[in-house]
């Protein structure tokens, strides 16, 4: 009669055995499941954007191409980048935005930052850089600025970073630097 009580008892303690040494296991998570992308807002919006887009991949392919110094820092060359419409319409949607709300960050007013924007026109990304300006600029000078800053350099010189696009709203100007995530 005592065994049939102690059967019980001890497989009840081997399963609270295996429930604790699995619970308390120091082996650290490996996988984590990212959170559902942002949904995708409309992407067929007009834009008036008055930036020469070839100029502007012109201006910074010249330089990722060579290579050049960020600061103290030598960047190697970089492969050139291209066009990209829906980085173009991220940028456009931030410099709109900091424009309209008189603001100038890289972080919106509700919070969001530049993967955000990019991954809300449908953009999936593997790594994404952003740059902004204000100032009466124009294509050359605000590239010029970039590359003269070694934070904005070293977005410019990401050789990860495939494609572009840049935007200007006023005298706000964000540029959006991106490669798409590999399937």
Excluded at 43 to 64: D, G, W
Excluded at 72 to 81: N, R, S, V, Y
């Amino acid at each position: 009669m005592m065994k049939g009580i102690v059967r019980p008892a001890m497989i009840a303690g081997a399963s609270l055995w295996v429930l604790l040494s699995v619970a308390c296991s120091k082996t650290p998570l490996t996988e984590m499941t990212p959170p559902p992308p942002p949904p995708v807002k409309d992407t067929t919006f007009v834009m008036n954007n008055p930036v020469n887009q070839q100029l502007l991949i012109t201006l910074v392919n010249e330089i990722r191409t060579k290579g050049c110094n960020c600061g103290d820092t030598f960047m190697a060359a970089a492969a050139p980048i291209i066009w990209s419409k829906p980085l173009e319409r991220a940028a456009y949607l931030h410099s709109k935005d900091m424009f309209e709300n008189n603001y100038f960050s890289h972080n919106d007013l509700e919070g969001g930052n530049g993967g955000k924007r990019i991954a809300s026109m449908g953009y999936i990304w593997q790594a994404w850089g952003e740059n902004i300006a204000l100032g009466v600029l124009n294509e050359r000078t605000v590239v010029e600025g970039w590359f003269k800053s070694v934070t904005h350099c070293k977005v410019l010189m990401t050789s990860s970073f495939r494609e572009m696009g840049v935007a200007k709203v006023g005298n706000f100007w964000s540029q959006e630097m991106a490669v798409p995530k590999a399937f």
